[in-house]
């Protein structure tokens, strides 16, 4: 009997100590706030999830662990944080497509290429507004034109000239923008996922409809056309040249028609909605500040003069024009939260354990509030970048307002140039103000939330030229 009690006690010392050794050690996360039940830490966000992320990273700290539903989320706010965060591998078809954009795309001789179309764009889209002086009208709307012919014909190689057309192409933008910002709960909470609650799923597939077969019939247009001439036929855009790298036999990674379709479209949603937004923002905190938009046109005045139009080779000598797309880029970056990397294995940062599937956010707009890089932070101050040897290429994790690293937005190069001469050009050719003697101190600078994080009410605004006449006619 004493020896099967001894036999009993040494068999559970020896499972518990054996348990010890199996459960795994206890890891040190990140802070964060308690997760509920089912729901994880969604009670916490609000519409703007940016502004929620960093009103918990002022309790939490710069790194800090969320619970989306059943995911965990962990949240980099700051400098020392993203530069651990950004540098993430990825795998080989972003990187083929990466090198696709730099080396084929976007390289420099590329871009020179096409600065006849965005010269004539731009003296398009500056004779339009002349014929709307006088009268209120929607900026966005206008400078979305701008950017989406560029785009368009440096994509497709055309302009959609027909209005219903081109309107249909912006709705889509518009509904893809809004639906790839959304928190779904369906993929939060996966056993509800069925259930599409807020309706989100069924309008993805509605778009994914409608997206498919605008990008067919533009395929289908290429290839024909290629075939009509194919001894002697030069790509002239850019979907020609995702089709002749289709055509390569001994490819690192086969490009597919999907995937020509998939890059067609980020190309062109990227270069339109961060254009449009970054510009818009820009004028109107210039409107807001009179004092400052004085200041801008005093320097176009001094180093342009006012007898021709702004070309792209003038940026470099208007280092207040580019201080203030760096001051908007700084107080509303285009994605407040960079594209989300995910945790493929077990990992550290600093001293905190990230668990494999975890997924990583960068929250650059809490960077941009930063007191200890930024002063006044929460003011328009486009000084504070004269004489700072600060762009936004990347490099500087103060500013990353087209990310950085290896998911750094490839194409980022000819957004700048968009942006740069576009607000140049608005500032110079016209004199701007708030319709029916509205006080600056009025303008709402509400903003909404989706891929990108425009004017939650576009800016309304009267335009009157103050160049010579003739420079309006194209």
């Known amino acids: 009997m004493k020896y099967g009690k001894r036999n009993a006690t040494s068999t559970f010392l020896l499972l518990f100590f054996l348990g010890l050794y199996l459960l795994p050690h206890r890891l040190n996360h990140p802070p964060g706030p308690k997760p509920w039940p089912i729901i994880g830490n969604l009670n916490l966000i609000g519409p703007l999830p940016y502004r929620s992320i960093h009103e918990l990273s002022q309790k939490y700290g710069p790194i800090m662990q969320l619970r989306f539903g059943s995911f965990p989320v962990v949240v980099g706010s700051s400098v020392e944080m993203v530069k651990h965060m950004v540098w993430a591998p990825y795998g080989p078809y972003w990187r083929h497509v990466r090198k696709i954009c730099l080396t084929e795309l976007f390289n420099t001789k590329r871009l020179d290429s096409y600065e006849y179309i965005r010269v004539e764009e731009r003296h398009a889209f500056l004779s339009g507004l002349y014929t709307s002086c006088g009268k209120p009208i929607t900026v966005k709307d206008h400078f979305s034109n701008f950017t989406l012919n560029n785009i368009t014909r440096i994509v497709l190689g055309k302009k959609l000239c027909d209005e219903s057309e081109s309107k249909k192409l912006k709705n889509m933008l518009d509904e893809g923008s809004f639906l790839n910002g959304v928190l779904n709960i369906g993929d939060l909470i996966p056993w509800i996922n069925f259930l599409d609650l807020q309706g989100y799923v069924k309008r993805m597939k509605a778009l994914r409809n409608k997206t498919d077969l605008f990008l067919k019939c533009e395929l289908d247009e290429h290839i024909a056309r290629r075939q009509d001439h194919s001894k002697e036929f030069i ?9 002749q790298l289709a055509d390569d036999p001994n490819p690192n990674l086969k490009l597919s028609r999907d995937s020509i379709k998939s890059i067609t479209m980020d190309l062109i949603v990227g270069g339109v909605e961060s ?45 207040y ?30 001293e905190y354990d990230i668990g494999q599937g975890t997924q990583v956010l960068v929250n650059v707009w809490s960077i ?76 709402n600078m509400d903003e909404v939330w989706g891929l990108t994080v425009p004017r939650k009410n576009p800016l309304v605004a009267v335009a009157q030229p103050r160049l010579p006449i003739h420079l309006y006619t194209v």
Request: proline share 9%; aromatic share 8%.
């Open 321 to 350: 024009i580019k201080s203030i797309i760096y001051e908007t880029m700084r107080m509303h970056p285009v994605s407040p939260l960079l594209a989300p990397r995910l945790a493929r294995e077990n990992c550290k940062i600093y």
């Open 235 to 243: 790509p002239k855009d850019i979907v020609d040249i995702l089709l």
């Open 368 to 443: 941009g509030r930063d007191p200890t890089l930024w002063d006044a932070p929460n003011e328009f101050r486009p000084e504070r970048f004269l004489g700072r040897d600060i762009d936004v290429g990347g490099q500087h994790f103060a500013l990353l307002p087209f990310g950085s690293g290896r998911r750094m937005c490839p194409g980022y190069s000819l957004g700048l140039k968009l942006i740069e001469s576009g607000l140049a050009n608005l500032l110079h050719g016209f004199t701007w103000k708030l319709p029916n003697h509205m006080n600056p101190f009025d303008l």
């Open 275 to 319: 254009s449009t937004i970054t510009t818009e923002w820009a004028l109107s905190e210039l409107l807001k500040q009179p004092q400052k938009f004085e200041q801008a046109t005093e320097e176009l005045d001094r180093v342009i003069g006012r007898n021709r139009w702004i070309e792209e080779k003038d940026i470099p000598k208007l280092p």
